[in-house]
């Protein structure tokens, strides 16, 4: 799959196959999201993986939209200090979620809502937040349906000033 193709033919999916991800390709996904640029080069992100079922479920209970938590294969907190650049953490996050696609591995962000319950689970130190967490796994035996249109691009774009 060309760097195009799988930039525009990604879709968030919340249902996943019951398969592990293994270790080379969770390695090359982490190594994404690594690789990405932050402002001044600061890499202030650290990534919490979570494979162990209770630990995830307990994640599950700290967002508003977390059901597929628990299923997804791996799971991956980006966790930031309190100077760390949202934005930063978006890069790493998609990264990691295009480099997952182009293997053929599915992904969702999910929100945090409670942030004092992402930090005791994931045990962060203090002064730490989660921007986003990206559950991980193998595409499920059916497809998701496609996913909701986007603004067209005449909508988007305005050419020389707003
Ligand atoms: C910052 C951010 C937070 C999100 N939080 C959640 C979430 O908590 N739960 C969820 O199911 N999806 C979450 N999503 C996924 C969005 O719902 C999804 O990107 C959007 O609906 C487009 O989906 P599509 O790419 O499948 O068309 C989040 C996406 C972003 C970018």
Redesign the pocket.
Known sequence: MDAYTCIIS???T?SYADKPIPPDALHRILQAGRMAGSAKNSQLWRFVVLEDRERKQELASC????A?IPSAAVVVAVVMPKEGRDFDAGRAAQNMMLAAHADGIVS????MHDQDCARRVLGLPEGHRVP?VIAFGFPPATPRAP??PRVPLEELVRRGGW
Do not use: E, N
């Open positions: 990604k879709r968030d919340r967002g508003q939209y977390t597929h969702c962000p999910v929100s986003i996913g909701v």
